[in-house]
Every structure is written in structure tokens, then in C-alpha cells.
């Protein structure tokens, strides 16, 4: 009887401190329910646990956790970029001496400090607000890990010995470098292997998100523009939050990436620096595949950027693959060796097209919005924003109950085609492929007698190449909808701003 009253106790306090943490209209945070209820719900286990956040810089994962646990936290310590190892421990020995430990001798090594780290967690009494538990909360981890300096061993260590077995400490280490993440933690064949009780990789925010943001921001824009600026920045609540409701949107673009001292310049030339050991490498690579729409092959790349096609290679690849920049795009009915590696990460594509060795001048934007290297651009830019909602087309055109795998397909020049190019493919288990279109325009799309012939000669080489036993229809993604029209009427399916736009 005590027993179900004191669960019901706990989950009542549970669900009012979520309800007021999601209704607060003030401290709402946008976005990230179900991580907010994985992280809250910790508060309620018979068990220690052990969470991992990770994701893009600058993607919200630190405000997650401040907002989760309202800043009742036990302990908490962010890693310091770029600092010996030396530096990283003094900064540690600090941070507990601030929040409460007396004073000792400074830890020799991580082993030291994770053992002071322990003797002050013993002498905390339990946070009644978190219901007993101890949050211990450690930021920006891979900073933490100065070479040779056995951090992870030691993180192994404290939570084997002793963390996993109180019963009431809630562990939450979080780290921007994904594929450090991946490879010493998730991986790790160590003291940490398959410790991690909860993993919470946390994603850039959809259109629709992003529209909530600029509803709190104040900003006024249309879907339209919602679009446009999240073709330069994509969905990092970071970057959103630099908006300035005073400005136009291409007045705010001018501001952040084509004024003196531009923040967003600065932030690019921070971003990889943050994330890997050997930045050189991984911007090379981003420079070649930012010369290609269609990405290159792993070969290409290897010839491109000057690499062998050595196990380096792969790994950086890799790592820029975790870390969101790059996407592995396969062609259908072809070996894996021959897929395309796409730069998909809006703001690097946008950096890379209108600021790196370029000579950016004052008010750019605002005087090139009818330019030929605009209508480039914005072209790519949205067909990238099509391939970040796949989902939303799915269900657009009603096969979200349907198993499907999205690829990129194109064929060279023969004697009876011209060559040919379709950047997004739905290649459906109920015996259909869908070919898309993505056209981002300010009026609806005319689709011309021309231009359709275009289309179903791509339909019919598609049909004979590919896919002889299925049904291959048209679908066209068009940003303000379709003129009304003859050959309207021979496309199959279509996806407009709005069904992006949707949850």
C-alpha cells in the first residue's frame, strides 16, 4: 500500500513539473519533448543513470539540460577548448571547490580528480527537488580528453566502481564532436562499453520548429522567408537567435555574413576548429565536395582533395558523416563503393558559395536577391531543405505507413539519351518509385510542354534502366504550388511549402 502511494506521489511530481516546464509560456522551450521527458523521467529510476547527448555545435544540448533540470545540478563542469591536460584537471579541482567540496590537493591525474569528484558527491545531501537524485552534468566532454591524458579510462572507472551502483546519480556527459562521441564512447571497448544507459542525440530543428522560433523571436516572416533563411542557416537554434526583428530577412543576412567583423564569418571559421584535432583535413574535404551538387564518390574525393584512398580518408569521411555535415547518398542498382558524399549542412553550402575566398562587400545580399548566382543557389539550397524533410514528404504524398529507401540517380550521355540527373528518388516497397522534382520559386511553377517532355524522357529511362518491374511516377516539390494547367495533369503526386512545414 505505502509502495503504490509513493509511486504515485512520484509521478505526479513528475508529470506537474514537466506540464509547467512545457505550458510556461515564457520558459517554454521549443521543440525536444520526448529528450526533455527521457532526461526528467531519469529523476524517477531505481537505477543510476548514464546519459549521453550529442550533436551539432551550437544544436541547444547545454540549454536542453539547463531547461530539464532547471540548474539543479549536484555538480557541474564544462571542458575548456583546447587546454593541456594540466589546465583541464586545475579547472576541475575549481569548479568542485566552487560548488561546495573544501578545499584538498590539487587531483595528479583524472583518476585523482573523479575520486574527489565521488567524496563530495557521498557528502551532498540527496536534491529533494530531483527526487533524491545527485545530477552530475559534463559538458563539452571531448574537451576533457587531452591526448595521453587517460580521462576516458578514468570516467570508466568512476562510474564501474561506484557512480553505477548508488543508485541515485544521474550522469549526463555531452560533447559537440559526434564522432568523438561515437568512437571513445559509444564504441569504446573499455571500462565504458555498453555503460551508457540512455543515448540522446539531439537534431537540427525542422521548418516547422524554426517557425515556432520566429514566432518567440518576433520576426514577422512568412513561410516563405522562414524557408529562405533556413536554406543559409539551417535549423540551429543558435544561429536563429541572431535574428534581429528590427531587419528585414536579407538585412539580417547582410548583417551576419557581409558586414565588418560578420559574426556568422567568425562562427565558420570557429565551427571545425571546435570539433576535430586536424581541422585542415576535414575543410579540404568540405572544399572539394562544395565544388560538386551531386557530391563525389569516395575515389573523386580522394583525387580532389589530394588524399589517398587510405583508412584516414574513410575516417574523416566518417567523422564528417556523424557530425551532420556530410550525407552517404547510394544510387540504385549500384555498389556502395559508387555512392555520392553530399555536403548537406546549410550554412557551410551558404559559406562556401558566397564567403570563402571570396571578397564579401557590404550589403550583398540585399542588391543580388534577382542575381543569376542567386537563383543557383537558392535552387540547390532547397533541394537540400526537400532531402532534411523526408518525412514530411512521405506523408504528403501518403505513403508514411509504406517502407521506403531515398537515393540519388544519374546516368551519363548515350547515343539515345542525353545525360541525366535526379537528386531525390523514392524507391517504395509497395512496388511504385516516386522521381522528385524540387523547384523554390515566389509564384507557382509553370510547368512548360518543354519541360514536361524533359520529365517523362527521365520517367522512361528511369522505368528501363532502373526499375522495369515498377510503377515510376512524378512528383514535383514546388515551393508556392503549381500553375494550372494541361500538363499539370501528368504529374502524379505534389508537395507544396506548407506540407514541408508540417510536424
Not at 569548479?95 to 587531483?107: D, F, H, V
Not at 580528480?113 to 571531448?142: C, I, S, T, W
Not at 567583423?261 to 574535404?285: Q, R, W
Request: glycine content about 6%.
Amino acid at each position: 500500500m505505502f509502495f503504490m502511494v509513493d509511486k504515485v506521489r512520484e509521478y505526479l511530481i513528475f508529470f506537474i513539473n514537466f506540464a509547467l516546464s512545457m505550458n510556461n509560456d515564457n520558459n517554454r522551450i521549443i521543440g525536444r519533448a520526448e529528450e526533455l521527458e527521457i532526461l526528467q523521467e531519469s529523476l524517477y529510476s531505481k537505477e543510476s543513470e548514464f546519459i549521453a547527448i550529442y550533436g551539432r555545435r551550437r544544436v541547444g544540448k547545454t540549454f536542453l539540460v539547463n531547461r530539464a533540470f532547471k540548474g539543479g545540478f549536484t555538480f557541474q563542469y564544462t571542458g575548456l577548448e583546447h587546454k593541456s591536460n594540466v589546465q583541464q584537471l586545475g579547472a576541475f579541482y575549481k569548479a568542485l571547490l566552487e560548488q561546495g567540496m573544501p578545499k584538498s590537493s590539487i587531483p595528479k591525474d583524472w583518476i585523482d580528480a573523479f575520486y574527489l569528484l565521488q567524496h563530495f558527491l557521498q557528502d551532498m545531501e540527496p536534491n529533494v527537488r530531483n527526487n533524491g537524485k545527485k545530477v552530475v552534468f559534463l559538458d563539452e566532454l571531448p574537451w576533457m580528453d587531452a591526448p595521453k591524458s587517460g580521462f576516458v579510462e578514468a570516467l570508466g572507472n568512476f562510474w564501474n566502481r561506484w557512480a553505477a551502483w548508488t543508485g541515485d546519480i544521474v550522469l549526463i556527459i555531452c560533447g559537440s564532436a559526434t564522432s568523438w562521441m561515437f568512437n571513445k564512447v559509444f564504441k569504446n571497448h573499455g571500462g565504458l562499453y555498453n555503460r551508457i544507459t540512455k543515448r540522446i542525440p539531439l537534431y537540427p530543428f525542422k521548418l516547422s520548429e524554426c517557425e515556432q522560433m520566429c514566432r518567440k523571436l518576433n520576426l514577422g516572416w512568412n513561410r516563405q522567408q522562414i524557408t529562405e533563411a533556413y536554406m543559409v542557416i539551417g535549423g540551429i537554434p543558435h544561429y536563429w537567435n541572431k535574428f534581429n526583428r528590427k531587419l528585414s530577412l536579407a538585412a539580417n543576412i547582410d548583417h551576419l555574413f557581409f558586414s565588418r567583423g560578420a559574426d556568422m564569418v567568425t562562427e565558420y571559421e570557429a565551427l571545425f576548429s571546435s570539433l576535430f584535432s586536424n581541422p585542415e583535413s576535414y575543410e579540404s574535404i568540405i572544399d572539394a565536395l562544395s565544388q560538386k551538387k551531386k557530391g563525389l564518390t569516395h575515389k573523386e574525393i580522394a583525387e580532389f582533395s589530394g588524399y589517398n584512398r587510405s583508412g584516414k580518408l574513410t575516417a574523416i569521411l566518417k567523422n564528417l558523416e556523424l557530425c551532420g555535415f556530410i550525407e552517404k547518398v547510394t544510387q540504385p542498382n549500384k555498389k556502395s563503393r559508387e555512392a555520392h558524399y553530399q555536403l548537406i549542412d546549410n550554412f557551410v553550402l551558404f559559406y562556401h558559395e558566397f564567403i570563402r575566398n571570396k571578397e564579401a562587400k557590404a550589403n550583398y545580399w540585399s542588391t543580388h536577391l534577382k542575381s543569376a548566382a542567386h537563383s543557383a543557389w537558392s535552387g540547390l539550397a532547397f533541394e537540400r531543405v526537400c532531402f532534411q524533410h523526408r518525412e514530411q514528404i512521405a506523408k504528403a504524398i501518403g505513403i508514411s505507413g509504406v517502407y521506403v529507401e531515398w537515393f540519388s540517380w544519374s546516368s551519363p550521355k548515350t547515343e539515345e539519351y542525353p545525360g541525366m540527373q535526379i537528386d531525390m528518388v523514392i524507391d517504395r516497397a509497395d512496388g511504385v518509385v516516386n522521381l522528385c522534382e524540387a523547384k523554390f520559386s515566389t509564384k507557382p511553377f509553370a510547368i512548360t510542354p518543354e519541360y514536361l517532355s524533359e520529365l517523362q524522357l527521365r520517367q522512361g529511362r528511369y522505368q528501363e534502366e532502373v526499375a522495369p518491374k515498377k510503377a515510376v511516377h512524378l512528383t514535383m516539390i514546388a515551393a508556392n504550388g503549381i500553375v494550372q494547367n494541361p500538363q499539370k495533369f501528368e504529374i502524379n503526386s505534389f508537395v507544396t511549402l506548407d506540407d514541408l512545414f508540417a510536424n
